[in-house]
């Protein structure tokens, strides 16, 4: 009987001593400015890693900033997630500036890499424009409180979250550790991950003991839908796509039925519209815009002398300076895309309405009017009192003539009724 039982209870451990539990860890990479695509590649790996029963979603963060409305979606996204949430600032020269310090202390888990920097979070009148003294103030003390509560539910440093955004100051990655800004400093991922090992973190669904070290790592990138729209976002991207759309447009216009130019200006002002609602678009910019393309179609039709395309070039390029409004670099159209773009864009102009133009004034050379002026020859003899044969373009048509022209002349072409030309002499000799 005592071994009976002994027997049963080494087989109750044996499955204990042979297991070892590993941990899997879900990665994802947050680059660039903190925009409406970031808020759902962030928020979808979130649903992702805890449908996975993942023991913790990393996100390596580099930003500086972005969009105030996004941000919040993100930092509501992490503090409502089950999973552990761990944000890496890295690689080294990475840095969580803005929107990105709000990211940064709202994680279970914050660190950084060596090398990197967090701060500068002060609220800017992003959608353009200034704001006034009183605005300006609201937003601060709203960006202020709210990143206190951030700092002060992970238990992080709230004065200097607080002077982030008031002072916009910034730190490095040791200093953070020492202002209890973040919780450490890891040299690269299987260090964090390590360092991470046995910490216990506060979720919506109770407290957890992070199981990070060795564990199975499963790296998620963004897909191609979301790749695309992140490209577009890019506010030089959304200004070239507004300008390719302007261009199949007006190539349509004046040559109505060419259909490729219409179908593809139509896509880029479709997707340069999706990126203008997530950028800081000034709409007197988008309005010089379009009044530079109205312009440039009436070159072709009202007699100016070039000075609707001059107008339209100075719109262009002021629409061009003024469509994003922000005092935010990596917010606006950089110079050294936009002067390229509008000389090349008004060359092309000036070239399309002139071989229109040209093509319009020059001689008709299809139907009736195109038999009119030309030479050919007499086969037959003319006169006025009765009618004979010319060849023209290789063609033999009726023809009469108020003079006498033999065989063999040379004729012009003066009218035509019906299938009968009315011709007289040419003064080239015959051939």
Not at 262 to 277: D, N, P
Not at 298 to 316: D, P
Request: glycine fraction near 10%; charge should be negative.
């Amino acid at each position: 009987m005592k071994k009976a039982i002994f027997f049963l209870g080494l087989l109750a451990i044996l499955p204990s001593l042979g297991s070892t539990e590993v941990g899997q860890v879900s990665v994802i990479r947050a680059d660039g400015v903190v925009n409406p695509v970031m808020a759902e590649f962030i928020e979808k790996n979130l649903e992702k890693a805890a449908a996975e029963g993942a023991d913790a979603l990393v996100i390596e963060l580099d930003t500086p900033g972005g969009l105030d409305t996004s941000m919040r979606l993100i930092v509501k996204s992490i503090l409502n997630s089950p999973v552990p949430v761990i944000v890496f600032v890295s690689p080294g020269g990475a840095r969580a500036a803005s929107a990105g310090v709000f990211i940064t202390l709202s994680a279970h888990i914050a660190a950084m890499a060596p090398g990197t920097n967090i701060g500068a979070a002060h609220p800017v009148a992003i959608s353009g424009g200034s704001m006034d003294e009183t605005m300006e103030s609201k937003v601060a003390n709203d960006a202020a409180a709210y990143i206190r509560s951030l700092a002060e539910k992970r238990g992080r440093n709230a004065d200097w979250a607080e002077k982030a955004v008031r002072e916009s100051v910034s730190v490095t990655e040791s200093v953070a550790v020492e202002e209890r800004i973040i919780d450490f400093v890891a040299p690269d991922l299987a260090g964090l991950l390590e360092q991470a090992e046995g910490r216990e973190v506060s979720t919506i669904s109770g407290t957890r003991i992070l199981k990070t070290k060795g564990a199975k790592i499963e790296r998620h990138e963004m897909s191609a839908r979301l790749k695309l729209l992140d490209v577009i976002s890019n506010p030089n991207i959304a200004y070239l796509l507004m300008l390719a759309g302007i261009i199949g447009l007006y190539i349509e216009l004046t040559n109505p039925g060419v259909i490729f130019p219409g179908v593809a200006g139509a896509i880029c002002l479709i997707l340069a519209f999706y990126a203008l609602q997530t950028l800081p678009v000034n709409y007197a910019g988008v309005l010089l815009i379009v009044l530079a393309l109205v312009l440039f179609i009436m070159e072709i039709k009202v007699t100016s002398y070039g000075l609707l395309t001059v107008g339209g070039i100075i719109a262009l390029l002021a629409g061009s300076l003024l469509l994003f409004d922000s005092p935010l670099p990596f917010l606006r159209v950089s110079l050294s895309v936009i002067l390229p773009t509008v000389v090349v864009m008004s060359g092309f102009i000036v070239i399309v309405s002139y071989l229109v133009i040209r093509a319009q004034k020059s001689p008709v050379t299809t139907g009736q009017e195109g038999m009119l002026g030309i030479e050919g020859t007499a086969i037959t003899d003319l006169g006025p009192d009765h009618a004979g044969q010319v060849s023209v373009h290789g063609e033999i048509w009726q023809a009469r003539s108020t003079e006498r022209i033999t065989a063999g002349s040379r004729i012009i072409t003066e009218a035509i009724h019906g299938l009968t030309l009315y011709v007289k002499s040419s003064p080239q000799p015959p051939e």
